[in-house]
Antibody, heavy 120, light 111 residues
Framework: QVQLQESGPGLVKPSQTLSLTCTVS??????????WSWIRQPPGKGLEWIGH???????YYNPSLKSRAAISVDTSKNQFSLKLSSVTAADTALYYC????????????WGPGSLVTVSS | ESVLTQSPGTLSLSPGERATLSCRAS???????VAWYQQKPGQAPRLLIY?????AIGIPDRFSGSGSGSGTDFTLTISRLEPEDFVVYYC??????????FGPGTKVDIK
């Protein structure tokens, strides 16, 4: 059973960089059929896909984030990470890591989420 | 940009009743690229349906999805509502820009 777990600071100051890591267990991040994704959900609102990475390092991002997002992968640790720069209060959200299954075009495993608040 | 619209925003029903949730895409999308998720309070979304009509592993058969070929209208049906089904449901599509988008959600609450 694949499990994902987010980790990182719960509070970030405005204009600084948000950093989160997702640790994958129960399966290899090197599996060829999957993309490793970040999705966020502002309190009481809907879901927004941020971006994803393939184990080779190829990335794809939501254009709405205007190049503020950067996703990296560490296959030796079975982890992938998100950095979001120049954060504002609008970036306050529950951040989920998830596995995108390229076979059935869906997000089939999710982490429990990590709440990040942007505040001074 | 391809946008998903879900209706109704809130659906008020009683346990045992049938729920019909709608998801409409602003541009035609292959049914292969449409999924549905359930989100309970304080939890991450859970995959219910992929490919518009295929149930994910462990999902009870009271959940079904429809929408065939390429189109704009997709439906999630819960045949007989159980108490744990009164939560929020999202549809999601692959394709366009951004590559993955979610609908705003439908909340099913107890009448």
């Amino acid at each position: 059973q694949v499990q994902l777990q987010e980790s990182g600071p719960g509070l970030v100051k405005p204009s600084q960089t948000l950093s989160l890591t997702c640790t994958v267990s129960g399966g290899s991040i090197r599996s060829g059929d999957y993309f490793w994704s970040w999705i966020r959900q502002p309190p009481g609102k809907g879901l927004e896909w941020i971006g994803h990475i393939y184990y080779s390092g190829s990335t794809y991002y939501n254009p709405s984030l205007k190049s503020r997002a950067a996703i990296s992968v560490d296959t030796s640790k079975n982890q992938f990470s998100l950095k979001l720069s120049s954060v504002t209060a609008a970036d306050t959200a529950l951040y989920y890591c998830a596995r995108y299954n390229d076979y059935n075009y869906s997000f089939d495993y999710w982490g429990p989420g990590s709440l990040v608040t942007v505040s001074s | 940009e391809s946008v998903l619209t879900q209706s109704p925003g809130t659906l008020s029903l009683s346990p045992g009743e049938r729920a019909t949730l709608s998801c409409r895409a602003s541009q035609s999308v292959s049914s292969s690229y449409v999924a549905w998720y359930q989100q309970k309070p304080g939890q991450a979304p859970r995959l219910l349906i992929y490919g518009a009509s295929s149930r994910a592993i462990g999902i009870p058969d009271r959940f079904s999805g429809s929408g065939s070929g390429s189109g704009t209208d997709f439906t999630l049906t819960i045949s007989r509502l159980e108490p744990e089904d009164f939560v929020v449901y999202y549809c999601q599509q692959y394709g366009g820009s951004p590559r993955y988008t979610f609908g705003p959600g439908t909340k099913v609450d107890i009448k």
